[in-house]
């Protein structure tokens, strides 16, 4: 269920995408009106996702996990029948969708943490991340397809979620006990557990991640197209490539985590990563750039089930999703920033070095892996050293 309901939750972008202009040409909005459309929607889910994390830690993931889906699948029951003839509306109800994307998404990954133990968490983390990115791609080819029947076809497809919601608040069980502690205790928690060895090297590679992966994706295809002389269509089968070996680094982790720790295989992730942004960074050869993105897309994939592993293991169980929730929070972060810097950036440098700065920063981050080594034994079968006798 944390699978089928964190594929039903992404509908809320990739989904509707396509669908965006058919939108401005009905109600006959600018760029920037459009844009709300997103926002309206990315800000709730960003401002939310702590406390949502902190609720689902003192009344279980149940009631939150259910009442997040349950919300958002009702916006999307209401959203094309309300707003059809009114821009406000729909934006107003994308609010509250956004409200119940917040818990939803993140506590995946906590209900996984809640479930398994070692490489098998890994591996589970692994067929999360397979399952989000072939809905990432599935997902705006079928709402351009339904676009052709209507503006709002694809928006109805979000009521998907509400029979989940609605069957997880009906059958689902918490697996954890968890205290009836205030969420005040459970804020002040997550304020002192920055000291907690690990936990700010968690939230750093989870931010550091995923400000390299937006900043690929907001201005790769400018680079590559304008100063390299490509076609569009090489700069998108070069960011496809990459996030389809992202699939394959995923679905493999559960395999790393039983030949050595996991923390040797992030910070190898990280240089790798770092090392091709360098050539991304100055080659324009389509036929170079296609085995890099193999490389780097595979790194991703791999350091992104790797953290959120260690997160969901991290801690103990009554405080699992706030720690998640406020990883969510830092790797939004790194979301917003990445395209915002990188654009003033280039007010003063060329792309290709902003790209080449990305690229020693990642690499500098590989020291920053080290406190995880703690974590190691919660997701890496524990591999004997020669001449040491085990203990079955």
Known sequence: MAHLGGMAVITGVQLISPALPALAERFVLTESEVSLVISVYLIPAALASIPAGLLADRF???????????????????LPLVAQGSFGALLVIRFFQGLGFAPAF????????????????????????VLMSVADGAYPILGGILVGLS?????????????????????????????????????????????????MSLHYVGFIRFFVK????????????????????????IL?????????GAAISGALAQVGPGSRWVALAIVLQGVTLVV????????????????????????GTFVNSYLATATDPEHRASLVAANGAIKNLGKLLAPILLGLAVLWIPLSAAFAIMAVSMVLSAPAVRPLRVYDDRV?????????????
Do not use: N
Not at 60 to 78: C, I, K, N, P, Q
Not at 158 to 183: C, M
Not at 282 to 300: K, N, S
Not at 380 to 392: F, L, N, V
């Open 151 to 199: 503006w709002m076809a694809p928006w109805y497809l979000q009521i998907v979620a509400l029979p989940f919601g609605l069957l997880v608040l009906l059958t689902f069980k918490d697996w954890v006990p968890l205290r009836r502690r205030g969420v005040m205790s459970g804020l002040v928690w997550l304020w002192r557990s920055t000291r907690l060895k690990g936990t």
């Open 380 to 392: 890496s079968k524990r591999i004997p050293k020669p001449g040491k006798a085990t203990m079955e």
């Open 106 to 129: 993140p506590l995946t990954i906590t209900i996984l943490g809640d479930l398994y133990r070692g490489p098998q968490l890994v591996s589970a983390q692994g067929r999360r991340s």
């Open 240 to 248: 496809g490539t990459a996030a389809l070996c992202g699939t394959l």
């Open 280 to 303: 991304i960074a100055y080659v324009g050869d389509v036929w170079i750039l296609m085995p890099v993105a193999v490389v780097y897309g595979l790194g991703d994939g791999v350091l």
């Open 60 to 78: 279980g993931r149940r009631w939150v996990f259910g009442a997040g889906l349950t919300l958002f699948g009702l916006a999307g029951l209401f």
């Open 214 to 237: 937006f900043g690929l994706l907001s201005y790769l295809p400018l680079l590559l197209v304008v100063s390299r002389d490509m076609t569009a269509a090489q700069a998108g089968l």
